[in-house]
């Protein structure tokens, strides 16, 4: 086998509480090229890997303070791509394929030869090399398209994903429900990216963030002189999709009378622009959203019941980061892995706590939350690892308890204006956030719970990276 380049081994970390052992795989490892490194107990494996993320972990499945099994379970949740290899004198059926069910890589019993180890490893270094290269290649696209990947291995995300792929390549109507931040532009994008309308425009278009003549006219055009300021005849968003994929976002803030007028446009496929006489056909797959219930709405009078049933052909609910905290690590190193790179930070990690942290907390923001919060993160850290000590004060102070279950308390570690400010902060945030969980990211019912406008909602969640 050729040596790797220092700065391309394969990292291989063995745990084993056999020291002879644990040295003699070492020495052979290194001599092929690997960076090895050696932990006798199944906790001190575990917090390397989360430091350190190795390529490959050759673990003994009996080990003194935790079982194999145990240890390989927590591997696969702490670092997904690193590939497990059980090792064991104890050699028997039911424990191999329990392991590689539990997601071994392979199985290797004790007593073995180094040709063996060898030929193990250098068969799972291949598959971390390809992991690494497709990883690569995944960047490169993304930073091209502007696309991200829906990231994430619990099975709701996975239930998520089966749809999509399912229904990709067809024209029929989607409506994504959810909380705000789960992701719904991400699920509508990945939509239009697999079908055959991939070569033709995306566009999206937030409901709630126009008022309704201006929406109206941004949504189908308009003729000159349609009203003041029209100065010339302009074509309308929806025409501009043609061929592609319109997303609409937030459906239940558009008014009814437009509700109205975009239902007939859906069932004809002609569209007229706002102060002309000319139907101009139209093709393109409608994406829908709203972080509201739809069928409330629909009952409410929100949402038109005609409109919503043409649009419901598809229906997919977006889970909140909560439901799938097996995401969060995952979610993270995908963020991580974006914004070394933009802020030409190489070689930054997530230290073993921080991840902790963010597993504990319950992100009302959702992904985006979970998004804004890594790039502060990124962009604000001086060392070669974000620990702790980086976490913004106002975040840290708002969590109900620590790691090890404690209460946190308001200490005088800093001048009183300072630590008023943060007591402020830490508040405010803290009350978006139960305000954002009891009205189910529901923008509009959060400003009237709170007796404050929509306006200044949106200014808080932006100042407190909840948006």
Avoid at 205 to 220: G, K, Y
Avoid at 315 to 332: E, G, Q
Avoid at 441 to 448: C, M, V
Wanted: proline residues 4%; contains cysteine; charged residues 30%.
């Amino acid at each position: 086998m050729t040596q790797a380049e220092p700065s391309c081994a394969i990292s291989v970390l063995v745990a084993d509480d056999e020291e002879l052992l644990a040295k003699s795989c070492e020495q052979i490892l290194s001599e092929e090229g690997f960076d090895v490194s050696i932990e006798g107990r199944g906790g001190g494996a575990i917090e390397f890997v989360r430091r350190h993320r190795p390529d490959i972990v050759l673990a003994d499945l009996k080990l003194p303070d935790m079982d194999g099994m145990d240890l390989l379970r927590e591997i696969r949740q702490v670092s997904p791509d690193t590939l497990v290899v059980m090792v064991t004198g104890y050699a028997t059926v039911d424990s191999s394929v329990e392991a590689m069910q539990a997601g071994a890589f392979d199985y290797i019993p004790k007593p073995f030869t180094a040709t063996q180890l060898r030929v193990l490893i250098g068969r799972a270094a291949q598959q971390a090399r390809l992991s690494r290269d497709n990883a690569a290649l995944r960047d490169q696209l993304r930073r091209r398209s502007g696309a991200t990947e829906i990231a994430g291995n619990s099975e709701a995300i996975r239930k998520v994903l089966s749809v999509v792929e399912r229904i990709a390549s067809t024209d029929a109507s989607v409506f994504l429900s959810g909380e705000s931040g789960t992701g719904k532009e991400l699920v509508a994008r990945a939509l239009h990216s697999r079908s055959h309308r991939r070569r033709r425009p995306f566009i999206a278009i937030n409901c709630a963030a126009l008022p309704d003549q201006l929406l109206e006219s941004e949504l189908f055009g308009h003729e000159k002189g349609a009203f003041t300021g029209a100065d010339c005849r302009r074509e309308g968003l929806i025409a501009s999709a043609t061929g592609g994929t319109f997303f609409l976002d937030e459906i239940t803030e558009m008014s009814l009378e437009l509700q109205a007028k975009l239902l007939r446009v859906i069932q004809e496929r002609q569209i007229r622009r706002v102060g002309g006489g000319k139907e101009v056909p139209i093709d393109v797959r409608w994406v829908s959203a709203t972080n509201r219930d739809p069928e409330e709405a629909v009952q409410e009078g929100r949402l038109r019941q005609d409109l919503f049933f043409r649009l419901n052909v598809v229906p997919i609910c977006m889970p909140p980061l909560r439901s799938r905290k097996d995401d969060i690590t995952v979610l993270a190193q995908d963020f991580m892995g974006r914004y070394v790179t933009e802020y030409n930070r190489p070689g930054l990690k997530l230290s073993g706590r921080v991840l902790q942290e963010l597993r504990d907390y319950t992100w009302p923001g959702n992904v985006r939350e979970l998004q804004n919060v890594i790039e502060r993160l990124v962009s604000l850290s001086s060392g070669d690892e974000i620990s702790l000590e980086d976490l913004p004060g106002e975040w840290v102070q708002e969590q109900p308890r620590t790691a090890n279950g404690n209460q946190r308390q308001i200490t005088a570690d800093r001048p009183f204006h300072e630590a008023k400010a943060a007591a402020i902060a830490a508040f405010e945030k803290a009350y978006l956030q139960d305000l954002l969980r009891s009205t189910g990211g529901n923008i509009s019912q959060a400003a009237r719970d709170a007796g404050i406008d929509r306006k200044t909602i949106h200014r808080m969640l932006s100042k407190h990276d909840l948006e």
